[in-house]
């Protein structure tokens, strides 16, 4: 569960997010939507305990966030949330296995089995030893979902995951969206696609720093 | 993972990787030859000292030669009058001593006779003396109108080396001169007090330890010269490898801040870095001792005239010295490198 009050995050003499209070449930997709700089980003890497607000509390699973220090926030990230990047970020020198093995040595001990096992999952089995410029945008994607889900987060959170995909590959992304919330997962997604808005089961609309919810 | 990690970052920038493990290991070859040089032949020289039978060189006060070298000091437990001059023996000038040989090789332990000391009309080459004179033991050498038959071949490691030795007698008989050009002289005990009592006889007195001395001084200078081209090669390599390591990190700022996303935490994303410089640290460490080795054989024989052995304590001094100035290089990078804000991915800065 996520619950938001009054959340300000201010850079310099900009106020990127202002009041911002919201609630995601337990096993909730909510999607994030808004036009460009309205703060999209900024409330997820809040969530996702990449940044810390100015002010307001931010509950999640059951944590004040805020209170965390740098080293609890990095602790805390690891082990319940799985991060999904617009540009998927992998790391280029590293096969599409050990991208996911490398969640699972940060977390706590690799598994080369388990891993494969995530990738088959998300249709990679057959791209395991592939380095990142040898797979299409979607097959990347995929390989960041795997990774991203490697350590059962309880929480997804997801940064335009299908921004930079074609038509076939963001179903394929989304199916494996779908298939996670139906497993119970949160989902949390920034997205500019009202197709995907209207697959959540909540739009939290922001606008100027502002959360219409 | 974390072996993979390292060393898949290292391989995608191995020249740059390559370029840095030269950088330590000319540092590291300067360490090696130094601590080589410092350890070894100052053990060896000391060694050389400890070896030297006679302390003393007992020159005529006035005149050319000692008529008599007569002195009863308690401390003088030995003597050996030396006659030197020079003839001609086939068209080539070469230096002759005369002495009595049996108490010169006493007084001078180091020395190394093939074959045997001359008696009579025999002569004992030194083994510059008898290759360029192309001599071996048995052969036969004419002086003047005299031939003598060679008992052996003489090594020293010293200027002895470019001498014929033969036997008092027979050196006054060739050179037609009598008495002795300086007198080698054993003291054990107050050695001021034996050159004071020397040169109230009227001669004048070297310690032979002032020439073993100025060797010392060469070698402290050879020492000091070379712990300061180390510093500051061991300097141009630990700044070498701060830009490899700040490239890099610059390089993989992006990486560094998916890796912090995905929770590395700062002491696992230091070790990571940290290792990448230890490999460096430690591969040009190992081959700087290997080129230390050889610049310190060559540093040995050109200027101390001495072969140095291996000491096994310098390769693990190397090794440790260039780790250390791997990590040192390498802080001020990883410190860059904790600082990246994770948040930047998510930007897609």
Redesign the interface.
């Known amino acids: 569960m996520i619950i938001a009050k009054n959340l300000v995050k201010k850079y310099d003499t900009t106020c990127a997010l202002k009041d911002a209070s919201f609630t995601i449930e337990k096993g909730e997709w909510a999607n994030i939507m808004g036009p460009s700089g309205s703060g999209k980003t900024t409330l997820l890497n809040l969530i996702g305990c990449l940044d810390s607000p100015t002010s307001g509390s931010l509950l999640v699973n059951g944590i004040e966030t805020t209170k965390l220090g740098q080293k609890e926030r990095t602790r805390f990230r690891r082990e319940n949330i799985g991060l999904v990047f617009q540009q998927f970020h992998m790391i280029p020198h590293l096969t599409a296995l050990e991208n996911v093995m490398i969640a699972q040595y940060f977390h706590s001990i690799e598994d080369e089995k388990e891993a494969k096992e995530a990738l088959v999952h998300v249709g990679m089995g057959h791209r395991l030893h592939h380095m990142p410029s040898q797979l299409s945008g979607g097959e990347q994607q995929r390989v960041c979902i795997a990774r991203a889900l490697i350590n059962q987060p309880q929480i997804i959170l997801a940064d335009e995951p299908t921004g930079n995909l074609d038509k076939k590959n963001e179903e394929a992304v989304l199916d494996i969206f779908r298939e996670l919330h139906s497993e119970g997962r949160t989902i949390v997604i920034v997205t500019h696609n009202p197709e995907i808005g209207e697959i959540g089961d909540k739009i939290i609309q922001i606008s100027h720093g502002e959360v219409k919810y | 993972?974390?072996t993979?990690?390292v060393t898949?970052?290292l391989?995608?920038r191995r020249e740059r990787l390559l370029i840095s493990i030269i950088a330590v290991m000319l540092g590291a070859a300067m360490v090696t030859s130094l601590l080589t040089i410092s350890l070894d032949i100052r053990e060896k020289m000391g060694k050389e000292l400890r070896s030297y039978g006679a302390n003393l060189v007992v020159l005529p006060g006035e005149g050319e030669y000692i008529n008599q070298f007569n002195a009863t000091h308690n401390s003088i437990i030995g003597s050996v009058p030396f006659l030197y001059f020079k003839a001609e023996v086939n068209a080539k000038k070469i230096e002759f001593a005369g002495a009595n040989l049996e108490a010169a090789r006493k007084m001078n332990p180091w020395w190394h006779v093939e074959g045997l000391l001359p008696k009579g009309e025999e002569v004992l080459p030194g083994i510059n003396a008898a290759n360029k004179l192309g001599l071996k033991a048995g052969d036969m050498l004419s002086i003047g109108d005299k031939s003598f038959k060679v008992s052996g071949i003489l090594d020293t490691g010293t200027s002895d080396d470019n001498r014929i030795f033969i036997s008092m007698e027979t050196a006054e008989q060739i050179s037609g001169k009598s008495g002795a050009t300086l007198a080698q002289v054993s003291v054990l005990g107050d050695i001021d007090d034996v050159i004071k009592y020397l040169e109230n006889k009227g001669y004048k007195v070297k310690k032979i330890r002032q020439v073993a001395e100025s060797e010392k001084a060469l070698l402290d200078k050879t020492q000091l010269l070379m712990a300061l081209v180390s510093f500051f090669v061991l300097s141009a390599a630990s700044l070498s490898l701060f830009c490899t390591m700040i490239t890099s990190v610059l390089e993989r700022s992006?990486?560094i801040g998916?890796?912090?996303?995905?929770?590395?935490?700062?002491g696992?994303l230091a070790a990571i870095f940290l290792a990448e410089a230890g490999v460096m640290g430690v591969a040009g460490g190992i081959l700087g001792y290997f080129v230390g080795l050889l610049l310190a054989q060559f540093i040995g024989m050109e200027i101390f005239d001495m072969q140095v052995s291996i000491k096994p304590e310098v390769f693990l001094l190397t090794l440790l010295i260039s780790i250390l100035v791997a990590a040192i290089a390498s802080l001020l990078p990883i410190k860059r490198a904790i600082s990246i804000d994770?948040?930047v991915?998510?930007?897609?800065e």
């Open positions: 993972m974390f993979r990690l898949k970052s391989w995608v992006r990486e998916l890796m912090k996303a995905l929770g590395c935490g700062n696992r994770p948040v991915i998510l930007r897609g």
